[in-house]
């Protein structure tokens, strides 16, 4: 009985809002996806889980479907083509697309029009209108402010600095030590390089998600393997904080260092960071 490594996704069509499972094997050359019936409203799908998200209804073409007879669906497909693989494993043979789809249609009592052909996949886009995509649905989620988006743009801005040309469909590991390696050259602290990256690769694992598009594992998992050492921790005991706060200075007759003291201490009370004191 042989191993046969596959890969399986469940994705909204952007073109549509069709829920879809794309599978592939065969070192990736082999891909069939698969319509499932359902549709699904963008901002209700979990990206991360590849599913409908908890408790939501979706709304789409006159149509309506909750998130429990989506996800059911979607592990339906899974199991069929689970078996469908472990059936040609037994056999010590590698399914072809067709026969995939075959296996899948008859298990499921599915019609050969359902199937979605690979090669209709859209065409690809550029770092720049990923990016874009990426910041307006995710800053739309989780609420990001400006600050938050720039910080993004900027890891973006860097890596094409370090790799004009970069595509979101071809990213490799090489692509990932010429940033690092870009990163020392322009003397930036090892502390902000692993930040920046950290800061790029959720944006990478993002575009991972994204129909037609496969960032390689290793570029996921990339470590800079820059030493940072770790920051020594000063601070007050609450005696010592208390007695900051009556501390009574001299000549200070224009209370310069008194209000200085009293912003610092209401910021030690109360948990304020500097930024959001103004």
Same mark, same amino acid.
């Given at each position: 009985? @042989?191993?046969?490594?596959?890969?399986?996704?469940?994705?909204?069509?952007?073109?549509?809002?069709?829920?879809?499972?794309?599978?592939?094997?065969?070192?990736?050359?082999?891909?069939?996806?698969?319509?499932?019936?359902? /549709?699904?409203?963008?901002?209700?799908?979990?990206i991360d889980q590849q599913k409908a998200k908890k408790g939501t209804t979706h709304q789409i073409v006159g149509r309506c479907a909750t998130a429990t007879e989506i996800n059911r669906c979607? &592990?339906?497909?899974?199991?069929?083509?689970?078996?469908?693989?472990?059936?040609?494993? /037994?056999?010590?043979?590698?399914?072809?697309?067709?026969?995939?789809?075959?296996?899948?249609?008859?298990?499921?009592?599915?019609?050969?029009?359902?199937?979605?052909?690979?090669?209709?996949?859209?065409?690809?886009? $550029?770092?720049?209108?990923?990016?874009?995509?990426?910041? =307006?649905?995710?800053?739309?989620?989780?609420?990001?402010?400006?600050?938050?988006?720039?910080?993004?743009?900027?890891? /973006?801005?860097?890596?094409?600095?370090?790799?004009?040309? @970069?595509?979101?469909?071809? @990213?490799?590991?090489?692509?990932?030590?010429?940033?690092?390696?870009?990163?020392?050259?322009?003397?930036?602290?090892?502390?902000?390089?692993?930040?920046?990256?950290?800061?790029?690769?959720?944006?990478?694992?993002? @575009?991972?998600?994204?129909?037609? /598009? =496969?960032?390689? &594992?290793?570029?996921?998992?990339?470590?800079?393997?820059?030493?940072?050492?770790?920051?020594?921790?000063?601070?007050?005991?609450?005696?010592?904080?208390?007695?900051?706060?009556?501390?009574?200075?001299?000549? +200070? +007759?224009?209370?310069?260092? $008194?209000?200085?003291?009293?912003?610092?201490?209401?910021?030690?009370? $109360?948990?304020?960071?500097?930024? =959001?004191? =103004?």
């Amino acid at each position: 009985m @042989i191993e046969i490594k596959y890969n399986i996704r469940n994705l909204v069509d952007k073109r549509d809002n069709r829920v879809v499972v794309r599978v592939r094997w065969n070192n990736k050359r082999n891909e069939v996806g698969f319509t499932t019936g359902f /549709y699904a409203q963008q901002e209700k799908w979990d990206i991360d889980q590849q599913k409908a998200k908890k408790g939501t209804t979706h709304q789409i073409v006159g149509r309506c479907a909750t998130a429990t007879e989506i996800n059911r669906c979607l &592990s339906e497909f899974k199991e069929s083509i689970a078996a469908c693989f472990q059936y040609f494993a /037994y056999h010590n043979s590698v399914p072809t697309s067709n026969q995939l789809k075959e296996f899948v249609n008859k298990d499921l009592n599915r019609n050969e029009k359902e199937i979605v052909v690979a090669d209709t996949m859209p065409q690809k886009e $550029t770092m720049e209108q990923m990016l874009e995509h990426f910041l =307006d649905r995710c800053g739309k989620e989780k609420n990001w402010d400006y600050k938050c988006k720039e910080k993004y743009e900027q890891a /973006y801005q860097h890596i094409m600095a370090a790799n004009p040309g @970069i595509k979101p469909d071809s @990213i490799t590991i090489e692509h990932m030590l010429k940033l690092r390696d870009w990163y020392v050259e322009h003397e930036y602290k090892n502390r902000t390089i692993n930040k920046q990256l950290i800061m790029l690769k959720a944006f990478l694992k993002w @575009i991972n998600q994204q129909e037609g /598009y =496969d960032v390689p &594992s290793s570029v996921l998992n990339f470590s800079s393997n820059l030493k940072v050492l770790k920051k020594t921790v000063t601070y007050l005991k609450y005696e010592e904080l208390l007695h900051f706060a009556h501390f009574k200075f001299e000549n +200070d +007759d224009s209370g310069r260092l $008194t209000r200085a003291r009293d912003a610092w201490c209401f910021m030690a009370f $109360t948990s304020l960071r500097v930024s =959001d004191l =103004d």
